[in-house]
């Protein structure tokens, strides 16, 4: 079964408590006490007619005259009702008790919290670091689809459970300070100018009193995600006056270099003080996250031979029918060129090959097949000395499987430059690879190293095809910080020949990043709502800004877009297109 506890609550005291052995609205009977703290209690409750455990959240009677306290217990309420996702705890009940308390009833989750696993183990793994903070991720993700801001996201809140199959499981809790709309579109008087959240993970735009959207929740994630990964947080203090400066004006210290560079990547990325400079949703992280922690993809022949085939009722290796065929058929040849040698004699030699052209090198012996898949999956591996050997078959008679092999065998062994040359060579003779995805991933891999950026975004440009425009794009727009590479990036991006390889999602990017009169922005957002993706949002969600035109800045830009829901509309059909990387 699963237990809740809210990770604000002290130890409890239960001997004294008078609820214990009661029953609330009839159904539940007070079990034992999981916390108390200032606003309430929560029990271990049973529900009687269905035999079931669960956590009891009773609001103190003399709360419930406290109007700002009495809001936040029922944004909890209003918040969880909303979302339905298996990363967010659920909320089965809410009501009321003849004293004058409220209760609320939620899913019992057995397992601690987040804060409590990074003080018994300090840093934990980049793994599990980065599973953690995906299934944070999707809840988010989840309740920004359902227009409510967490606000309030710290380890103590993210619960850690197991499934039957004991795999981790995350469950994210405490909504009592979210921002979400009432069903007519309204904000309540609780989120007006007033500053809430925790100190350590409070974003600036939030501690500022500014207007938040989801992206002040994936800054908390960001410094979670960095607490995760370093041990510490990232800005302490020896007040909380300290500690809040700190979150607005210093840049958090280097992750260790144990951890892997994308990851690292990420982290600063979500902690930027500027929203604009952050990922543009819950939902695009998620997608880099699942990249992260995806098995690495195989490719070429060994993928196709350590595939499956459905032989009627069964699913076998495709190896287990492909290697008897290949052992009889050869054995057939061998039979069959033994017989018709004379008797007594042994089968003549083949014959010598000519002797290439004077001047010329005689061209090395092809490998037998059997030697080249072992050869391929080696390289793949960045075995040096298979990656040597498979470079000794000349390029004109190289297939796409071993072209393949050999750009990952360099990658694998950290030569992305030599991987880029390579990729070169390989789509000058064989163009279709231009639209292969992991020449691409490969190529916006390289991206990411100083060594390498300007080359790969110039291999991108040059040699890619639609995924060499979605590789630069990625490089222009994820960049925090302006480098040579993403200045060369955004140069391409304006040429007419880069422009015509490119997807009507970027193309679409592109034009809402402009300006454009009110009309023909609408004419954008009708488009988005088929063509765009994770990519429009960022611009789009611009376009809610109501000053910025007109005398002293304070018109609105875009008025024709307040008459209805296109925008909004817009913003959630491309939302749920998570846009490529490569």
């Not at 994210?172 to 979210?178: E, M, N, P, T, W």
Request: aromatic share 6%; charged share 25%.
């Amino acid at each position: 079964m699963n237990q809740v506890r809210d990770p604000r609550l002290s130890d409890p005291a239960a001997d004294s408590d008078p609820l214990l052995g009661t029953m609330i609205g009839e159904r539940y009977r007070l079990e034992s006490v999981l916390g108390t703290g200032g606003m309430g209690t929560v029990y271990l409750a049973e529900h009687v007619l269905m035999e079931k455990k669960v956590a009891l959240k009773v609001l103190h009677p003399t709360l419930a005259v406290v109007g700002s306290v009495m809001e936040r217990f029922q944004h909890e309420a209003v918040a969880l009702s909303r979302i339905e996702h298996p990363n967010v705890v659920t909320a089965t009940d809410f009501g009321k008790l003849p004293n004058g308390a409220y209760y609320l009833a939620l899913q019992y989750i057995e397992g601690g919290n987040l804060a409590e696993l990074i003080e018994r183990e300090g840093p934990l793994d980049a793994e599990r670091s980065a599973n953690i903070a995906l299934q944070v991720a999707r809840a988010l993700a989840a309740a920004h689809a359902e227009a409510i801001v967490h606000r309030d996201l710290k380890p103590h809140n993210v619960m850690l459970t197991r499934s039957a199959d004991n795999a981790l499981v995350v469950k994210v809790l405490d909504f009592g300070l979210a921002k979400l709309r009432s069903k007519s579109g309204d904000e309540p008087s609780i989120n007006t100018g007033s500053v809430f959240g925790t100190p350590h993970y409070i974003s600036p735009e939030q501690l500022s009193g500014s207007r938040v959207d989801g992206r002040s929740d994936l800054y908390s994630l960001g410094v979670m995600l960095y607490e995760m990964l370093a041990g510490s947080r990232p800005f302490d203090g020896k007040d909380v006056r300290d500690i809040l400066r700190r979150q607005v004006t210093e840049t958090a210290a280097t992750l260790p270099e144990s951890v892997p560079v994308p990851l690292r990547e990420l982290t600063e990325q979500l902690m930027q003080k500027d929203p604009d400079a952050r990922p543009e949703s819950a939902l695009a992280v998620v997608g880099t996250l699942e990249k992260l922690l995806a098995p690495p993809p195989q490719h070429g022949l060994r993928a196709w031979l350590f595939g499956t085939l459905n032989v009627g009722r069964f699913v076998v290796p495709r190896w287990a029918v492909v290697m008897p065929l290949a052992t009889f058929f050869l054995l057939f040849w061998l039979g069959s060129l033994f017989s018709t040698a004379a008797p007594n004699e042994l089968p003549s030699a083949p014959p010598i090959a000519s002797a290439a052209p004077e001047g010329q090198p005689s061209p090395p012996p092809l490998p037998v097949r059997d030697e080249r898949l072992e050869l391929m999956a080696r390289a793949e591996f960045g075995d040096v000395a298979a990656i040597d050997q498979l470079l000794k078959v000349p390029e004109n008679a190289r297939t796409v499987e071993e072209w393949l092999a050999l750009g990952q065998g360099y990658m694998q062994s950290k030569r992305a430059g030599l991987a880029l040359e390579l990729y070169t060579a390989a789509i000058a003779r064989i163009p279709v690879l231009a639209e292969n995805e992991q020449i691409a991933e490969n190529v916006r891999m390289a991206t990411k190293e100083s060594s390498t950026a300007t080359r790969a975004v110039e291999v991108a440009a040059d040699s890619l095809g639609e995924r060499g425009v979605n590789v630069l794009f990625s490089v222009w727009a994820d960049t925090a910080r302006r480098s040579p590479a993403s200045s060369l990036a955004e140069r391409y991006l304006t040429k007419d020949a880069i422009l015509k390889k490119a997807s009507p999602a970027v193309r679409l990017a592109l034009e809402l990043r402009q300006r454009h009169s009110c009309e023909d922005t609408r004419k954008l957002l009708q488009q988005a709502m088929t063509d765009g993706d994770t990519r429009s949002l960022r611009p789009m969600a611009k376009l809610r800004a109501v000053k910025g035109c007109g005398g002293a800045s304070n018109g609105d830009c875009y008025p024709c877009l307040r008459k209805d829901t296109l925008l909004e509309d817009a913003i959630a059909a491309s939302a749920k297109r998570i846009a490529p990387k490569g």
